[in-house]
């Protein structure tokens, strides 16, 4: 159980992270999208998440359960059914012998993260010390949902379940250690600069999960990817967090999608724009349209 919640709280900062979304013609707004045309003797369907949700938020519309169960197969961001990959993933979170996030920040900004983690999740800071920025980032991005949101819901473990109980095989469009790696790229400076910003503005963060779940529950998938894709700090690591991962993914969305029907989801964020994932599949030349 750790281990997949260390999974999704990966992709809830990525969800956090990812930088401006850029505009998109006006269409009817949904969370499913059915992918058909071209060589494709079957639809498949492409599902838009936002990784953490409140509990009572967290239902899937009739047209969604009836897509999954008439797919062969699950391809989910990253494969957390797999043991072995999220065990990758754990190790993949520590830093070597001698690493200190003091080294990242002076006195003072250290003494308000060591009072923050104190106040909020009454842990020491110490025992996080050995983490990459990215395991912190994550445990705080979550603390402040559950400011908003009471009892938390995690979209892709409810989706894995029902899979399971379809028998479908679970897959995932990247590695675990990509989505590390790409944070790996991030100095650590700039991420140890991101966790004080986003825990010295509480109200903001606050607001802005309040907007993704008022947006989440209209379905409006525009407003989801450019609320999750507006962070001015992450403005500059737009290709890296968004666009590199839509364009590697849709040749395997493609792939997966000829040889059998397949249910796909990924975070909202990533669908909409001119780089986004359904934008990619029409121009390979596939008719990408929402399902109410």
């Not at 992709?11 to 071209?38: D, M, R, V, Y």
């Not at 492409?46 to 797919?71: M, N, R, W």
């Not at 983690?117 to 009454?122: K, L, N, P, T, V």
């Amino acid at each position: 159980m750790l281990l997949k919640k260390i999974g999704t709280l990966l992709l809830c900062s990525f969800s956090l992270l990812t930088a401006k979304a850029q505009q998109q013609p006006k269409e009817k707004s949904s969370l499913l999208w059915e992918i058909s045309g071209k060589d494709l003797k079957s639809p498949s369907w492409l599902y838009g998440t936002i990784h953490i949700v409140c509990q009572d938020d967290l239902h899937f519309s009739a047209a969604t359960k009836e897509a999954i169960k008439q797919t062969k197969s699950l391809f989910l961001e990253i494969n957390m059914s797999d043991k072995q990959e999220m065990q990758s993933l754990q190790a993949a979170m520590m830093m070597p012998e001698g690493y200190s996030f003091k080294s990242f920040v002076n006195e003072a900004e250290y003494k308000q993260l060591k009072d923050w983690c104190q106040d909020s999740m009454h842990m020491d800071v110490a025992v996080l010390d050995r983490f990459k920025p990215l395991v912190l980032l994550s445990l705080i991005t979550r603390q402040y949902f559950t400011s908003v949101c009471q009892n938390p819901a995690y979209c892709e473990a409810e989706l894995l379940k029902l899979a399971q109980e379809q028998q479908l095989p679970v897959h995932g469009l990247e590695k675990a250690l990509d989505q590390v790696a790409i944070f790996d790229s991030i100095p650590d400076k700039e991420e140890a600069q991101m966790i004080l910003k986003t825990i010295g503005e509480p109200e903001k963060t606050r607001e802005t999960y309040s907007q993704m779940l008022k947006s989440y529950r209209e379905q409006d998938v525009t407003a989801l990817a450019k609320l999750m894709t507006e962070t001015e700090d992450m403005v500059r690591y737009k290709d890296i967090l968004l666009d590199d991962r839509n364009r590697n993914w849709v040749p395997l969305i493609a792939a997966a999608a000829a040889k059998e029907p397949t249910f796909f989801a990924v975070g909202a964020g990533h669908l909409g724009g001119n780089t986004g994932v359904i934008a990619l599949l029409r121009k390979q030349g596939y008719t990408v349209k929402p399902v109410q």
